[in-house]
């Protein structure tokens, strides 16, 4: 059975949130800033101070048999599992994957560049 990775981004908004959740997530918005966020299987949680909404990305592998919407649905357990985990709740989450398999990286081939002067 063949292996595939899918990378996910997992979109969301908070659940209406007492000042105790608020306080909380905002001492942390430093840690979950957008530019700490990377693809891995335990994926990460990034917010904005607004707490509005949040992105979730994560790696999910799968084999050749798994659907889309397999893929998403274990995506969207973690990011329920996360946003819980950083003490709030969730609603209206939106996922979009990628097969990496599908990715193709285009490397510049400097032997070809032409200079007009």
């Known amino acids: 059975m063949a292996r595939k990775t899918y990378q996910v981004t997992v979109r969301g908004k908070f659940a209406q949130l007492d000042d105790k959740q608020r ?3 905002l001492a942390k918005a430093d840690e979950h800033d957008v530019f700490r966020a990377k693809f891995t299987e335990e994926g990460t949680v990034t917010y904005e101070r607004s707490l509005l909404a949040f992105t979730f990305r994560c790696l999910v592998p799968a084999t050749e048999e798994d659907r889309e ?5 274990k995506a969207e357990a973690l990011a329920a599992a996360a946003v819980s985990g950083i003490g709030a709740g969730y609603r209206d989450l939106k996922s979009v994957s990628t097969d990496l398999d599908d990715i193709k990286i285009r490397r510049r081939d400097h032997r070809h560049s032409y200079h007009h002067v």
């Open 23 to 25: 306080a909380a997530l």
């Open 69 to 73: 919407a397999n893929v998403i649905g």
